[in-house]
């Protein structure tokens, strides 16, 4: 199995089939390699808050799955020790967002990701930084 088939074994049958939340957002896992991974969901009725935007958990959540997927498809176990969100302009309904998590250092037991999520028109609407911490805990595929 190659570091590319081996990634999407371990996000899309072990991680993603098992993640009811993502499940919840509609995410859709449009490419993952090892160390990144492109994400897509839309934006329906009940994701909107009080001001029928967006509310900001949303474009965190589907930036945090994509820190997730990329994180792991190395095939140890990650899990994130500390992340933050920048949000930079409005979601709205019917919005398709698009989140790319990449790389930026890996170490035995620390891993740092940048995740940019943008609209269907290109435009950035977060930047998400994460940190995970890597177990010796190996998936099995």
């Excluded at 049958?13 to 993502?22: E, G």
């Amino acid at each position: 199995m190659t570091p590319a088939e081996k990634a999407h074994h371990i996000v899309s049958k072990l991680m993603l089939a098992n993640d009811a939340f993502s499940k919840w957002m509609n995410i859709q896992l449009i490419d993952i390699q090892p160390g990144t991974c492109t994400l897509q969901a839309s934006i329906r009725t009940e994701m909107l808050n009080g001001f029928q935007i967006a509310h900001g958990g949303i474009a965190y959540s589907i930036a945090d799955s994509a820190l997730a997927f990329a994180s792991n498809s190395h095939g140890l176990q990650a899990l994130s020790i500390e992340t933050s969100i920048s949000h930079l302009r409005q979601v709205k309904l019917d919005d398709t967002l698009t989140a790319v998590a990449v790389e930026k250092s890996l170490t035995r037991r620390l891993g740092i990701y940048e995740v940019t999520v943008s609209n269907q028109h290109g435009e950035i609407v977060a930047l998400f930084k994460g940190t995970v911490y890597r177990t010796d805990k190996e998936w099995v595929v």
